[in-house]
């Protein structure tokens, strides 16, 4: 493919016109192959999975196959659905790349099960890291509302009680974890930093330094430094490694009280420990984008947690998302075009 003059790429998610446009402006040796009619049609910007009602006939199902046969690279998992993914893989022999647009997508193209050759043959890439701005916000949502008590806070105003004065915590002597140290944490750091909190991040490459990361550990660490955290930011992806690593072991040696934030994966964090330990008050507020399963089944304890706040999957969403995820694989485009290693390249061992 180095040295290729051209790069037919199918349309496979559901991309808005002036996105296109960005792509085959930004890198003109892209062909895109869309036809809107074979998608599902977005509710919004960056809607990439579309409305679920939507149904292709038989015909139309065999039109969008054979667009899909007929590329070089896919933009967006056909349906965002692993087996349609697979599919094409093995119906399309000139397939050379797939570019995800969610920051997750690892997960899909690991419940592919594609063959080695076949993880060979074709490079995948997610949008990592295009969300880590919006992220860094709600995050600060959610540490400042533990800080500052706000289930507290609307408690008293629903009952329109005037209460006595009672203690807030101030930021800037608190110690704040950050769990995954990729795109997220990157765009966390400087902001709780900014606040004046004292940072420390989980990583794996010896050595790690950042400018807002005032001590970097590993994840075999975490029993040094949880007991000392005012605050614990999870921006871990979902991956067999990470599974319930926030569990009974880790939340049971917490500081009494402790923030939690989740905007990486549901299944990091075993939700039942999750649960108990802001009934009994190891957690003192969680701000929750992401869950074990979703949507949130309407059984779970959590959504009757008066120290919860519950975001539905959707505190990355912005009209900007879409945009970054266009710039982002036309910059990929342009790599893959000129024979340079893509970025955010997926791990076919751990799939994230
Ligand atoms: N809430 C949302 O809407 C939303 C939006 C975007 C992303 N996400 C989720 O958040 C995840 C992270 O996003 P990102 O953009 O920051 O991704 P990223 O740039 O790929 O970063 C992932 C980070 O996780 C670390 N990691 C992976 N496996 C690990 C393990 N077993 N132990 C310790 N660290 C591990 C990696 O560490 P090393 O660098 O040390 O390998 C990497 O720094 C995504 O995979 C996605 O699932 C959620």
Excluded at 305 to 318: D, F
Aim: hydrophobic content about 40%; proline content about 7%.
């Amino acid at each position: 493919m180095p040295g290729q003059k051209s790069l037919r790429v199918a349309v496979a998610n559901p991309l808005h016109q002036e996105s296109c446009r960005l792509i085959t402006e930004r890198e003109p040796r892209v062909t895109l192959l869309s036809d809107p009619s074979l998608l599902p049609p977005a509710r919004h910007r960056a809607d990439f999975s579309g409305d679920p009602a939507f149904r292709r006939t038989p015909e139309q199902q065999r039109r969008f196959e054979a667009l899909l046969e007929s590329a070089d690279a896919l933009l967006g998992i056909p349906d965002v659905d692993p087996a349609a993914l697979a599919r094409t893989v093995r119906a399309n022999p000139r397939l050379r790349w797939v570019h995800t647009t969610s920051a997750g997508g690892g997960q899909e193209v690991g419940k592919a099960g594609l063959s080695p050759s076949q993880l060979q043959r074709v490079t995948f890439t997610t949008s990592a890291g295009v969300h880590g701005s919006s992220l860094a916000e709600f995050v600060l949502l959610g540490v400042l509302g533990g800080a500052k008590d706000l289930p507290r806070l609307l408690r008293l105003k629903s009952r329109r009680e005037w209460s006595g004065r009672w203690m807030s915590r101030q930021l800037s002597r608190q110690k704040a974890l950050i769990l995954g140290f990729g795109g997220i944490g990157r765009a966390v750091a400087p902001l709780l930093k900014a606040l004046g909190m004292s940072v420390t991040a989980t990583s794996r490459h010896p050595g790690a330094e950042h400018p807002d990361v005032d001590r970097f550990v590993r994840i075999g660490e975490l029993d040094e430094v949880i007991g000392d955290m005012d605050a614990i930011v999870c921006a871990l992806p979902g991956t067999d490694l990470t599974r319930r690593i926030v569990g009974e072991r880790l939340l049971s040696q917490v500081k009494r009280g402790v923030t939690f934030v989740n905007v990486g994966r549901g299944g990091v964090v075993d939700e039942s420990a999750l649960i108990a330990a802001l009934e009994d008050g190891r957690i003192g507020f969680a701000a929750l984008d992401v869950f074990e399963v979703e949507p949130l089944p309407e059984t779970s304890p959590l959504w009757a947690s008066p120290n919860v706040l519950i975001s539905p999957h959707t505190a990355a969403l912005t009209v900007e998302e879409e945009t970054a995820v266009a710039e982002l694989f036309a910059d990929n485009a342009t790599r893959l075009l000129d024979g340079q290693p893509l970025v955010n390249v997926v791990d076919t061992v751990e799939f994230y």
